[in-house]
């Protein structure tokens, strides 16, 4: 990925020690397996425990982690893709509190 170009680089320590962080490149090109040019990282967790992940791993294209489940996930805009994410990481944060 040298070519590759890092636009976002982000990583939150929240209060409750969770941890958030995102990565997201802008690739030279669109591939067959990453259509929207993008490689992305988006993870909110703590050390050792992932609880919500998005990413398109090389092979795997783009999915979604939600604790021990994986899905695929219908990639639409890089604005969506984000919002997605906070979505679901709110959701969390949430049910953590309850």
């Given at each position: 990925?040298?070519?590759?170009i890092?636009?976002?680089?982000?990583?939150?320590?929240?209060?409750?020690?969770?941890?958030?962080?995102?990565?997201?490149?802008?690739?030279?090109?669109?591939?067959?397996?990453?259509?929207?040019?993008?490689?992305?990282?988006?993870?909110?967790?703590?050390?050792?425990?992932?609880?919500?992940?998005?990413?398109?791993?090389?092979g795997?294209?783009?999915?979604?982690?939600?604790?021990?489940?994986?899905?695929?996930?219908?990639?639409?805009?890089?604005?969506?893709?984000?919002?997605?994410?906070?979505?679901?990481?709110?959701?969390?944060?949430?049910?953590?509190?309850?």
């Amino acid at each position: 990925m040298s070519d590759a170009i890092l636009i976002e680089d982000r990583k939150l320590l929240l209060d409750s020690g969770a941890i958030v962080q995102i990565k997201i490149w802008q690739l030279p090109e669109a591939t067959k397996e990453r259509p929207h040019g993008l490689k992305y990282s988006l993870f909110y967790g703590r050390s050792g425990e992932r609880v919500v992940g998005y990413d398109n791993e090389a092979g795997k294209g783009d999915h979604r982690h939600y604790r021990e489940r994986e899905e695929p996930y219908q990639f639409t805009t890089y604005r969506n893709l984000l919002a997605d994410f906070w979505q679901d990481v709110r959701k969390e944060i949430e049910h953590e509190r309850s």
